[in-house]
């Protein structure tokens, strides 16, 4: 989804090989609401290197004292 795609978070944070299935998982959320979604992830740390990343994320823009995009993530490098 280009709307996506435009967002620097994406461009500058999410590894390239990465970006599609982040995408559907923010677009299965975005028809979602208020459901967990699995996601798996390469990030980019501020050194450079990537570091693997899962969690889950949740549309959460319907309630009104949170209005956002929930990500529950953790670094799994250290399990592959």
Known sequence: ???????????DF???GDRTAF???LN????SPREF????YSG???????FHV???LVNMLDEPDIQ???FNTRDVSDKL
């Open 28 to 31: 299965i959320a975005k028809t």
């Open 37 to 40: 979604v699995p996601i798996t």
């Open 68 to 70: 956002a995009y929930i």
């Open 14 to 16: 999410i590894h390239p």
């Open 54 to 56: 899962e969690g889950t």
């Open 1 to 11: 989804d280009e709307e996506w795609k435009q967002l620097d978070f994406i461009n």
């Open 23 to 25: 995408v559907q998982a």
């Open 44 to 50: 980019k740390h501020k050194t450079g290197r990537y």
